[in-house]
T-cell receptor
Framework: DGGITQSPKYLFRKEGQNVTLSCEQN?????MYWYRQDPGQGLRLIYY???????QKGDIAEGYSVSREKKESFPLTVTSAQKNPTAFYLC????????????FGPGTRLTVT | GQQVMQIPQYQHVQEGEDFTTYCNSS?????IQWYKQRPGGHPVFLIQ?????EVKKQKRLTFQFGEAKKNSSLHITATQTTDVGTYFC???????????FGKGTHLIIQP
């Protein structure tokens, strides 16, 4: 059964701690993305990766970091430098960049207090 | 950079009424995609339009791509409670940035 998985669904952290969100896909897609969604807002691109060992900053990369060591995996670390980390984080993948449809994971809702 | 704007931000309709959301891009798009996000869920791909003036239908949903390939619309005929959610349009960003999403239109249906 192919798809994208994100874990955990809900995550709670104390301010000042780094936290890593997991994203795994078995669709054999080259491109992967991380978006942030705030209440009533659209999707804002944090980072994207076109291929293994390569990734690019999106519109709101400050305070976040990623890695792409395997094609299937694209974890996102929310660092303590991110001023407003509480949000809904969505991971997506597509066959390639800029055109094909994106498949989204179920998301991780991060709350930092 | 490229901007994708959607209106309205919120739309309340009575069940059975029609609904339309509009999407406008600051630049010409090679294609436009539409996604639906149910409350508490994640965006799900609906359709992609590629050709100038293209019109596609999915049951009660009609999608249009403008002649200049800078605007698009989604029209739902006779809304049902299952249509509740947020509808996003998205177009390829400048360079190799993937997709730029609009802020979405939240459809609220009153029975």
């Amino acid at each position: 059964d192919g798809g994208i998985t994100q874990s955990p669904k809900y995550l709670f952290r104390k301010e000042g701690q780094n936290v890593t969100l997991s994203c795994e896909q078995n669709l054999n897609h080259d491109a992967m993305y991380w978006y942030r969604q705030d209440p009533g807002q659209g999707l804002r691109l944090i980072y994207y990766s076109q291929i293994v060992n390569d990734f690019q900053k999106g519109d709101i990369a400050e305070g976040y970091s990623v890695s792409r060591e395997k094609k299937e995996s694209f974890p996102l670390t929310v660092t303590s430098a991110q001023k407003n980390p509480t949000a809904f984080y969505l991971c997506a993948s597509s066959i390639g960049l800029a055109g094909p449809e994106q498949y989204f994971g179920p998301g991780t809702r991060l709350t930092v207090t | 950079g490229q901007q994708v704007m959607q209106i309205p931000q919120y739309q309340h309709v009575q069940e059975g009424e029609d609904f339309t959301t509009y999407c406008n891009s600051s630049t010409t798009l090679s294609n436009i995609q539409w996604y639906k996000q149910r409350p508490g869920g994640h965006p799900v791909f609906l359709i992609q339009l590629v050709k100038s003036g293209e019109v596609k239908k999915q049951k009660r949903l009609t999608f249009q791509f403008g002649e200049a390939k800078k605007n698009s619309s989604l029209h739902i005929t006779a809304t049902q409670t299952t249509d509740v959610g947020t509808y996003f349009c998205a177009g390829p960003g400048g360079g190799a940035d993937g997709l730029t999403f609009g802020k979405g239109t939240h459809l609220i249906i009153q029975p």
